[in-house]
């Protein structure tokens, strides 16, 4: 888990990553914005990752990511630079994750179990932790 709060500043940098083992693990941002959850504001001005950010979690070999907001990318631009350098490297994208703040940083075995589809670009899971006793 990698808290973002969302106060800082909506886009979150390779600085972020820097210093954390993230090889083979899934990556969780927690910004704090599932808190505008099903209303108006959780749709605009959203935290989102950095083309850089992107480009460090495939260097480091993460094996999923995740963040908490509608989208992973910048969604004030056209461009899909997060999808399209996490998905070309083989990691699943997670977006519109909920109740982080429940979460502890480390400690936990995150799954997102996805519905046996086939042809579908996007696709509701169930995500949850298992947290360590």
């Given at each position: 888990m990698i808290r973002c709060p969302y106060q800082?500043?909506?886009?979150?940098?390779?600085?972020?990553?820097?210093?954390?083992?993230?090889?083979?693990?899934?990556?969780?941002f927690a910004t704090g914005w599932d808190r505008h959850w099903r209303t108006e504001a959780y749709q605009t001005g959203h935290p989102f990752l950095t083309a850089a950010a992107a480009g460090r979690l495939v260097e480091k070999a993460a094996a999923f990511v995740g963040i908490d907001s509608h989208n992973i990318d910048d969604t004030a631009v056209r461009a899909r630079p997060v999808h399209t350098i996490l998905l070309k490297a083989g990691i699943p994208i997670g977006e519109h994750l909920t109740n982080l703040a429940a979460v502890p940083d480390s400690g936990f075995r995150f799954s997102a179990v996805p519905p046996k589809v086939k042809g579908m670009g996007t696709f509701p899971v169930r995500a949850y932790a298992l947290v360590a006793a």
């Open positions: 800082d500043g909506l886009a979150i940098d390779a600085a972020a990553i820097d210093r954390i083992d993230v090889s083979g693990k899934a990556v969780i």
